[in-house]
């Protein structure tokens, strides 16, 4: 075995190879994902503050719902799991 091959678990050299490529488009997209993240965070913050500086509430509830259907829609059950993930970080825990 090759170092490639035991790094990624293949048994040959040209799925370590395909294994090794996709793993870095892997790790592009999650750094795409993760700027994402980031910037839904810094996004929400500004609703955030214009909603309390306005005499609201932090959160809006019933929007929270909207982006649980739209995720748990698309993405079916785990989707709802993402989405509470995403709303935690970008407005905290309730």
């Not at 997209?29 to 609201?56: F, H, K, N, P, T």
């Amino acid at each position: 075995m090759t170092a490639a091959t035991e790094k990624t678990g293949a048994r040959t050299a040209a799925a370590a190879d395909t294994i090794t490529d996709a793993r870095e488009r892997i790790d592009a997209l999650d750094d795409r994902i993760i700027g994402l993240v980031q910037e839904r965070m810094a996004v929400s913050a500004v609703i955030q503050e214009a909603r309390i500086a306005s005499g609201g509430r932090r959160v809006n509830l019933s929007r929270e719902m909207e982006i649980l259907g739209r995720y748990r829609q698309e993405l079916g059950k785990p989707g709802t799991a993402l989405a509470m993930t995403l709303l935690e970080l970008c407005r905290g825990r309730i």
